[in-house]
């Protein structure tokens, strides 16, 4: 085993260890959020962080075999994202001041 084997590892091994803390902060903050869209932004973020730890593993293997996955769950929460952002409590007050100027200059406030 070359050092450039052993860096690699220690690389993989210390980017596992981060994930791994990250997820363990992010599962508190679902499940001490103080409102459900702080639960919403952390469970697209624990989405985040299982794709790197996908990725991860495939790295780690050398295989490319978990790709498909990859897509579609990055496809997934870039869809639930712009959901929760659509329907969360408070998006509709853009297009209601969107409505609301007369002469659509976006300059007059």
Avoid: H, K, Q, Y
């Avoid at 980017?15 to 508190?28: C, P, Y």
């Avoid at 869209?37 to 593993?57: K, N, Q, S, Y």
């Avoid at 001041?97 to 976006?106: K, Q, V």
């Amino acid at each position: 085993m070359g050092w450039l084997a052993a860096a690699d590892s220690a690389v993989l091994g210390a980017s596992a260890v981060v994930l791994t803390i990250a997820a363990v902060v992010v599962l508190f903050r679902i499940t001490r959020g103080p409102t459900m869209l702080d639960r919403a932004i952390a469970f697209d973020v624990l989405v985040a962080i299982t794709i790197g730890a996908v990725a991860l593993d495939a790295a780690l293997r050398r295989d490319a075999e978990n790709l498909p996955f990859l897509l579609v769950a990055t496809l997934l929460g870039f869809v639930g994202s712009v959901a929760v952002a659509r329907f969360s409590p408070g998006s509709d007050e853009v297009e209601a001041d969107d409505e609301t100027d007369p002469g659509g200059d976006p300059d007059v406030r």
